[in-house]
């Protein structure tokens, strides 16, 4: 069965500090993998996508297949970047599985 | 950007009682889902559909549940006898082509407590 580990609920960082949200999955096959983003008060969101391999908001996230890990990273976070962050995985037909989430903070 | 849009955003109803929660996707996607997400708890899937019919449904999305397309535009979530645990937030999402490394547009979801 497909399932996607967020350990953090919580991840609390200064402005300016690195950023490392974690995601750890489990999947016998090829997984895709996303990371959702929810701000308060808007709707969830796609981030970005491994497929991509692309940088949005100065957010990467490699895939890790030997760790299968997609940790989502940030040189430098920015006050803007607090919100619920959700790590997600399809392969095939098989409908989005969603981890539980990490709220990032960012403290000035 | 387009948008999803749902409707209520917060709906209060009576155990027992049926709702129906309301979703219209963005005009020209084809595929249609419903996910929720219990207080504290992850955002899991419920059921997805396509041409007009259930592709896939979570274990979930038992009897008591059903959906429709009534018309072109909107996309229903019915829910026939409400229990105290079907409270969460209920997100509708569409997606072009449910291709699998495709992008979901989420709506801004529907409250809904059971009382």
């Known amino acids: 069965a497909q399932r996607v580990t967020q350990p953090e609920k919580l991840l609390s960082v200064f402005k300016g500090a690195p950023v490392e949200l974690k995601c750890n999955y489990s999947y016998s096959g090829s997984p895709e993998l996303f990371w959702y983003v929810q701000y308060s008060r808007q709707r969830l969101q796609l981030l970005l996508r491994h497929i991509s391999r692309e940088s949005i908001k100065g957010f990467t996230a490699d895939l890790n297949k030997g760790e299968t890990s997609f940790h989502l990273k940030k040189p430098f976070a920015q006050e803007e970047d607090s919100a619920m962050y959700y790590c997600a995985l399809t392969s095939g037909n098989t409908p989005l599985v969603f981890g539980k989430g990490t709220r990032l903070s960012v403290i000035a | 950007e387009p948008e999803v849009t749902q409707t209520p955003s917060h709906q209060v109803t009576q155990m027992g009682q049926e709702v129906i929660l309301r979703c219209v996707p963005i005009s020209n996607h084809l595929y249609f889902y419903w996910y929720r997400q219990i207080l504290g708890q992850k955002v899991e899937f419920l059921v997805s559909?396509?041409?007009?019919?259930?592709?896939?449904k979570s274990e979930i999305f038992d009897d008591q549940f059903s959906v429709e397309r009534p018309d072109g535009s909107n996309f229903t979530l019915k829910i026939r006898s409400t229990k105290l645990e079907d409270s969460a937030m209920y997100f509708c999402?569409?997606?072009?082509?449910?291709?699998?490394?495709?992008?979901?547009?989420f709506g801004s979801g529907t409250q809904l407590s059971v009382l």
């Open positions: 559909f396509y041409n007009n019919e259930i592709s896939e």
């Open positions: 999402a569409s997606s072009l082509q449910g291709q699998v490394n495709e992008k979901l547009f």
